[in-house]
């Protein structure tokens, strides 16, 4: 909690000035009962109307007074507490850009959604509140008190013994509230999940006829976090009447005995009202610190989940002793005896992995679904780190290198294609912030696309995406090469970026690719494409299982024999 908050240091003015305020506000309420005693016995039994409106007159220009502080002091709050939420979700989001894959890993995308709105906003509430009623409560509990004692001692002592007992429940309460409320918010998580799923698989779903089931998986998600709810709601709604009953006998115990302190003279009429105005003073400021306890409950929960990810360990940093500055400049990629396992699993997916690529060369990965040929790709740019054994980028391991510069000059189309919302052009130039017109229309005719663009309704200025155009696997395949080519990267990684191009698309791409000096991978179920490249990679579960050109592949591998048999028959044209 104590980490989370510490975002609120650049408002420590403004939190001292929510909290003079507060102050102020606290003692015009602690000084009236004090003052309507006065009025009473001084003013109203003494028939003396000039003491009634000396402070009356007080107490009217008092109430002005602490009227101005708390609007003031909302203000105050309100910019603390917003201001504080905006950092804190700025700083979230940069953390969570930082990630590596397998930081991504540890949170669900939906529990990182939540934690970044639901939970900021728990927390910014308690900011608010904390400067405008939260230590308010209890100081008025404290000096209201100190206050009733000084009217009557012996009155105020039943004061004394009842809020103790009080405060024992409220802390139980508030304990029992903790836990239930880390579950209200996990149950918040899975509904978010569900959610997200079933928004993203929309077309899969209808195709199947899920919608029955899915609806199913939401009323459970969603009766679940109901459940939860109302359990962790009701045991705080116990805490009104419990605190009511409790202060009501205390009351009615301080009139009796006030009363009998009346009659023999040890207590005057407006001393016992000071006091059952402390008593109930004292009972809302209880009551409120009990919704206090609800709100703060929710957010120490709303602070663990939020340090989770801002004190999570960065994996993938940058290593901080080396430092190269160095851009990639030829593209030569080396994998020397490497291994590969992805985190929080039992099992490398690569194993033994060896090859050169030189510059420019072409580099296919071919092999069957789940042989390990994406995990591969990801190890180029870093995107996890390797277990055992290096990957070099012009003879720097890729460790020592600046993950910055690394990536800059790598150009990447990821096999799950991601259109931003936007327009095409904008979608294009993602690979590269300041692209001018020509290079946006330059990379989109190396990949094949800018007849395609040329035929949408407002071309390059077509929206893509929910509210705009909705393009074909292949198109957005192209899209992505696009953008990927728009850098004019030093190494290309293409996963499996051409699975939805019929063949004379993808011959035409390749030929453009010629253009470019890059070493270029490219990931591909297809000996068809594999085929045109220098080298072709062929994995089996995750071992490297053989490695050179289409010919000598041919010639010395039984299971390519097999492959290019299956694909593409017997024809005489692809054996030499
Ligand atoms: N994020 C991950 N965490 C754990 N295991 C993973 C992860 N991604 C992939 N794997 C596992 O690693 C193995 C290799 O997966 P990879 O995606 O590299 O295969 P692939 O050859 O690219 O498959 P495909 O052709 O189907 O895309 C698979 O067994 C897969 O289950």
Same mark, same amino acid.
């Given at each position: 909690?104590?980490?989370?908050?510490?975002?609120?240091?650049?408002?420590?003015?403004?939190?001292?000035?929510?909290?003079?305020?507060?102050?102020?506000?606290?003692?015009?309420?602690?000084?009236?009962?004090?003052?309507?005693?006065?009025?009473?016995?001084?003013?109203?039994?003494?028939?003396?109307?000039?003491?009634?409106?000396?402070?009356?007159?007080?107490?009217?220009?008092?109430?002005?007074?602490?009227?101005?502080?708390?609007?003031?002091?909302?203000?105050?709050?309100?910019?603390?507490?917003?201001?504080?939420?905006?950092?804190?979700?700025?700083?979230?989001?940069?953390?969570?850009?930082?990630?590596? #894959?397998?930081?991504?890993?540890?949170?669900?995308?939906?529990?990182?959604?939540?934690?970044?709105?639901?939970?900021?906003?728990?927390?910014?509430?308690?900011?608010?509140?904390?400067?405008?009623?939260?230590?308010?409560?209890?100081?008025?509990?404290?000096?209201?008190?100190?206050?009733?004692?000084?009217?009557?001692?012996?009155?105020?002592?039943?004061?004394? #013994?009842?809020?103790?007992?009080?405060?024992?429940?409220?802390?139980?309460?508030?304990?029992?509230?903790?836990?239930?409320?880390?579950?209200?918010?996990?149950?918040?998580?899975?509904?978010?999940?569900?959610?997200?799923?079933?928004?993203?698989?929309?077309?899969?779903?209808?195709?199947?006829?899920?919608?029955?089931?899915?609806?199913?998986?939401?009323?459970?998600?969603?009766?679940?976090?109901?459940?939860?709810?109302?359990?962790?709601?009701?045991?705080?709604?116990?805490?009104?009447?419990?605190?009511?009953?409790?202060?009501?006998?205390?009351?009615?115990?301080?009139?009796?005995?006030?009363?009998?302190?009346?009659?023999?003279?040890?207590?005057?009429?407006?001393?016992?009202?000071?006091?059952?105005?402390?008593?109930?003073?004292?009972?809302?400021?209880?009551?409120?610190?009990?919704?206090?306890?609800?709100?703060?409950?929710?957010?120490?929960?709303?602070?663990?989940?939020?340090?989770?990810?801002?004190?999570?360990?960065?994996?993938?940093?940058?290593?901080?002793?080396?430092?190269?500055?160095?851009?990639?400049?030829?593209?030569?990629?080396?994998?020397?005896?490497?291994?590969?396992?992805?985190?929080?699993?039992?099992?490398?997916?690569?194993?033994?992995?060896?090859?050169?690529?030189?510059?420019?060369?072409?580099?296919?990965?071919?092999?069957?679904?789940?042989?390990?040929?994406?995990?591969?790709?990801?190890?180029?740019?870093?995107?996890?780190?390797?277990?055992?054994?290096?990957?070099?980028?012009?003879?720097?391991?890729?460790?020592?290198?600046?993950?910055?510069?690394?990536?800059?000059?790598?150009?990447?189309?990821?096999?799950?294609?991601?259109?931003?919302?936007?327009?095409?052009?904008?979608?294009?130039?993602?690979?590269?912030?300041?692209?001018?017109?020509?290079?946006?229309?330059?990379?989109?005719?190396?990949?094949?696309?800018?007849?395609?663009?040329?035929?949408?309704?407002?071309?390059?200025?077509?929206?893509?995406?929910?509210?705009?155009?909705?393009?074909?696997?292949?198109?957005?395949?192209?899209?992505?090469?696009?953008?990927?080519?728009?850098?004019?990267?030093?190494?290309?990684?293409?996963?499996?970026?051409?699975?939805?191009?019929?063949?004379?698309?993808?011959?035409?791409?390749?030929?453009?690719?010629?253009?470019?000096?890059?070493?270029?991978?490219?990931?591909?179920?297809?000996?068809?494409?594999?085929?045109?490249?220098?080298?072709?990679?062929?994995?089996?579960?995750?071992?490297?299982?053989?490695?050179?050109?289409?010919?000598?592949?041919?010639?010395?591998?039984?299971?390519?024999?097999?492959?290019?048999?299956?694909?593409?028959?017997?024809?005489?044209?692809?054996?030499?």
């Amino acid at each position: 909690m104590f980490g989370v908050l510490s975002y609120l240091k650049p408002y420590a003015k403004w939190m001292i000035l929510a909290w003079g305020l507060m102050l102020v506000e606290l003692a015009v309420e602690l000084w009236h009962p004090w003052l309507m005693a006065k009025i009473i016995d001084d003013g109203i039994l003494k028939n003396d109307f000039s003491v009634v409106w000396k402070w009356g007159g007080i107490m009217l220009g008092t109430s002005f007074i602490a009227f101005v502080a708390g609007i003031a002091n909302s203000f105050t709050a309100a910019h603390v507490g917003q201001n504080f939420g905006f950092a804190l979700r700025n700083r979230l989001f940069e953390k969570v850009q930082s990630f590596s #894959f397998s930081n991504l890993n540890q949170f669900p995308t939906s529990s990182l959604i939540t934690r970044m709105t639901n939970d900021v906003t728990q927390i910014q509430n308690t900011v608010f509140m904390s400067l405008r009623i939260m230590l308010r409560a209890p100081l008025l509990v404290l000096f209201g008190t100190v206050m009733a004692l000084f009217v009557h001692f012996k009155l105020a002592l039943i004061l004394v #013994f009842t809020i103790p007992i009080l405060l024992l429940f409220l802390i139980w309460m508030m304990n029992k509230g903790m836990s239930l409320f880390k579950m209200v918010q996990q149950k918040l998580d899975q509904v978010n999940e569900v959610m997200r799923e079933n928004l993203a698989g929309m077309k899969l779903i209808k195709a199947m006829m899920r919608g029955e089931h899915e609806q199913r998986r939401f009323i459970k998600a969603n009766e679940d976090l109901m459940k939860r709810t109302i359990q962790s709601v009701q045991i705080m709604e116990l805490s009104m009447p419990v605190l009511l009953f409790v202060m009501n006998i205390g009351i009615i115990i301080i009139l009796w005995f006030g009363n009998m302190n009346i009659q023999i003279g040890s207590a005057k009429a407006g001393e016992v009202v000071a006091i059952v105005n402390y008593a109930t003073r004292i009972t809302s400021a209880l009551s409120i610190f009990t919704f206090i306890l609800i709100v703060f409950s929710r957010a120490k929960a709303s602070a663990q989940r939020i340090s989770e990810v801002l004190t999570v360990n960065i994996d993938l940093s940058d290593r901080e002793e080396i430092h190269h500055e160095t851009t990639i400049k030829e593209g030569k990629v080396v994998f020397e005896d490497v291994y590969f396992q992805y985190p929080n699993t039992h099992a490398p997916v690569l194993k033994n992995i060896s090859f050169i690529a030189h510059p420019g060369e072409t580099i296919a990965i071919l092999g069957a679904t789940g042989s390990g040929k994406s995990s591969l790709l990801q190890l180029i740019p870093q995107l996890y780190d390797v277990n055992k054994g290096r990957v070099l980028i012009d003879d720097i391991d890729v460790r020592d290198m600046n993950q910055e510069m690394l990536r800059k000059e790598i150009g990447f189309a990821p096999q799950e294609v991601l259109l931003f919302s936007g327009t095409v052009k904008e979608n294009i130039a993602f690979g590269k912030e300041d692209a001018s017109m020509e290079e946006i229309m330059e990379a989109a005719k190396h990949a094949q696309i800018h007849e395609t663009i040329m035929k949408l309704p407002n071309a390059y200025d077509t929206m893509v995406g929910q509210k705009g155009v909705n393009l074909s696997g292949g198109q957005k395949q192209r899209l992505s090469i696009a953008r990927a080519l728009i850098r004019k990267p030093k190494i290309l990684l293409l996963d499996d970026s051409t699975s939805a191009l019929d063949l004379k698309t993808e011959a035409g791409l390749f030929k453009a690719l010629k253009s470019y000096t890059c070493t270029t991978f490219i990931v591909t179920q297809k000996v068809s494409t594999a085929m045109e490249a220098d080298t072709i990679l062929l994995l089996d579960e995750g071992t490297l299982l053989a490695k050179g050109n289409h010919e000598c592949l041919l010639e010395r591998c039984a299971l390519y024999q097999k492959i290019v048999q299956s694909q593409l028959g017997n024809e005489e044209k692809y054996i030499c």
